[in-house]
């Protein structure tokens, strides 16, 4: 495999993407109480990876200055001039493009402007406003990064229902404790590229505890899932309260033991959350468990 084309992957950000796909596909699943035509997976599929992949791809457009000043962004192929920002930006245009073009011809119009409203978000709502300006930017700017399951929901529905809106909050109310257990992790790196990330500006102490307060939250919210869907059944109700009770426990040993172990614990928990809890979705909305 050539530099040139693990660089243009690397501008996708394929781990970022295969997270927001298995809510799609989640999102698929429960609204068609069982598994969707398999055209119409395979759009929302690809739809949704060309979408994810074309906003990070301008993510990495946007920002090779702010790349080169931290380390674990700085080999990135933009701030590391293998890619021009010319080309990138480009590249991250033309996949948002042929992701609407998809997802309008083989699912609805529904879910391609949801899919692309993902997009302008992450890009001009969240990298080009909030993520420099306000401690709150990684939770409103969240928002894009929720849409996924409401992509699949409105794929097969065409609509938006109140089951795909608690998807979308699922989503939205992890993303905080999620991304700020990173920066936790790699709060040397904002702080001297300006980045105004919670850790930096409040400390650890108190990005713990909002972090506990989010995952607090979760519990609640997919438990009203499962009494707003009826594919939904005990299976559902017991993982979901479980993998919820798991992530409170790993948030509050941060707050009582704060170091770079637990937050790298409450990271870690967190990428087997979100689809833990989608995957299971999936299984009992299939089989009415």
Known sequence: MSQIFRDYIKLTKPWIMSLLLVTALGGMVLAAEGWPETRLVIAVLVGGALASGG?????????????????????????????SVRRATLFGVTLNLLSFIVLYWEANLLAAALTIGGSVLYIGFYTYILKRSTIHNIVVGGIGGALPPLVGWAAVNGNIELSGMFLLAIVFFWTPPHFWALALLIRDDYEAAKVPMLPV??????????????????????????????????????????LGIGFIWYCWKLIKVNTRTSAAGVYKFSLLYLPGVFIVIMIDASFNM
Do not use: C, Q
């Open 55 to 83: 906003a990070s791809a301008l993510n990495h457009a946007m920002e090779p200055e702010l790349d080169r000043r931290m380390r674990r962004t700085g080999n990135r192929p933009v701030a590391n001039n293998r890619i």
């Open 201 to 242: 500006i409040k400390g650890e102490s108190v990005t713990a505890v909002w972090m506990l307060a989010y995952a607090i939250l979760l519990i609640p919210l997919t438990w009203l899932l499962y009494f707003a869907n009826a594919s939904l059944g005990l299976l559902y109700l017991a993982t979901s309260g479980f």
